[in-house]
């Protein structure tokens, strides 16, 4: 979600610190997986093991794309394909209220209809890279800490991580200490191998690879 400090903060920090250097993956990370770490960013903090994107790894995540709500905003998450227990994941954050779409300058997502995804897609706020996979108890986490965010509202934006509780809940918590998690609505999943898995992944993907 959206950090309290200032961009011009931010950037001075950045500047006077060194770049922290990534730790090595995990051994059963797949190849090729690669999250970029924007050095701007707060260090990823401690977390009890049942937030999300800190609760051990048990299995991997399938593939699928889920649209949730939560605060302001409405998330697309994309779980791809892989080899590995962590998958590669894409998230797009969209305004769904017109005080985040007025921040951003940026039109509104609306929710999903009759079970099918929106129609009509605006910019979205904010998009990043994720690992994906589920915990012993089935849930499914989006580990996104420290990842290099790209969207109107990116000089401010701390990357949120989401967990899953299918087949109604959200939860999500960014690095900022002082920053509040907040529980959602899961509004739509989407299996893989459908024409809807297809035009959403690739919806994300651009998002997240063109900064759009």
């Given amino acids: 979600m959206r950090s309290a400090l200032p961009l011009l903060v931010a950037i001075a920090m950045a500047a006077a610190e060194p770049v922290p250097v990534p730790a090595p993956l995990p051994e059963d ?17 401690p977390a009890p093991e049942d937030h999300p994107g ?5 299995a991997a995540a399938e593939p699928a794309a889920y649209l949730f709500t939560w605060d302001q905003y409405r998330t697309l998450v994309v779980v791809g394909e892989g080899l590995g227990r962590r998958r590669p994941a894409w998230v797009a954050t969209y305004a769904a209220k017109r005080g985040a779409a007025v921040q ?8 999903p209809a009759d079970g099918q995804p929106p129609k009509a897609w605006p910019r979205p ?8 996979y589920a915990d012993a108890k089935g849930r499914i986490h989006l580990d996104a800490r420290r990842s290099l965010v790209a969207g109107p509202l990116a000089g401010e934006w701390i990357p949120d991580s989401f967990m899953l509780t ?9 690095d900022e200490p002082n920053h509040p998690g907040h529980r959602g609505a ?13 035009e959403l992944r690739q919806r994300v993907e651009v998002a997240v690879g063109g900064g759009v």
């Avoid at 899961?186 to 297809?198: H, K």
Wanted: aromatic content about 4%; overall charge negative; proline content about 10%.
């Fill in 186 to 198: 899961i509004e739509l999943v989407v299996p893989s191998g459908t024409d809807a898995y297809r």
């Fill in 54 to 58: 800190v609760a051990p790894l048990a």
């Fill in 166 to 174: 299918l087949p109604q809940q959200v939860d999500t918590i960014d």
């Fill in 125 to 132: 706020v904010i998009s990043y890279r994720a690992l994906a």
């Fill in 29 to 45: 990370e797949e190849p090729g997986i690669e999250i970029i770490i924007d050095p701007r960013n707060a260090p990823a903090r």
């Fill in 104 to 111: 951003a300058k940026v039109g509104q997502l609306a929710a």
